[in-house]
């Protein structure tokens, strides 16, 4: 299993805000760009938002100027600031790292947005 806590989620209203966390093991987390992956309904999961071990970040254009996404290094720990959320933000939200073919996956953080 991947060496990785997600929390943060919950069920909010359309239009509000959550923030994920993510602690990862020292050693995962300090060899690793990392990124928060969304897993909607029925449908597979995909990256939405990554941060490079130097900081430099990329959102997807669903995502963009709503999420921001960050890495506390002296934490080993990844945010994901979700602003103005919208229903299909809805889903579990997974954090690992930058990879075509993560094995394995943390339990996730599941985020429920009601209109």
């Known amino acids: 299993q991947v060496p990785v806590t997600e929390s943060g989620g919950g069920s909010v209203q359309a239009g509000e805000s959550l923030r994920l966390s993510c602690v990862a093991s020292a050693s995962f987390f300090n060899r690793n760009a990392m990124g928060w992956y969304h897993q909607a309904p029925g449908k597979k999961r995909e990256l939405v938002a990554s941060?490079?071990?130097?900081?430099?970040?990329n959102l997807v254009w669903s995502v963009k100027g709503r999420f921001t996404i960050s890495r506390d290094n002296a934490r080993n720990t990844v945010y994901l600031q979700m602003n103005n959320l919208k229903p299909e933000d809805t889903g579990v939200y997974f954090c690992?790292?930058?990879?075509?073919?993560?094995?394995?996956w943390g339990q996730g953080t599941q985020v429920t947005v009601s209109s």
């Open positions: 690992n790292k930058v990879a075509f073919n993560n094995a394995n």
């Open positions: 941060v490079t071990l130097t900081g430099t970040t």
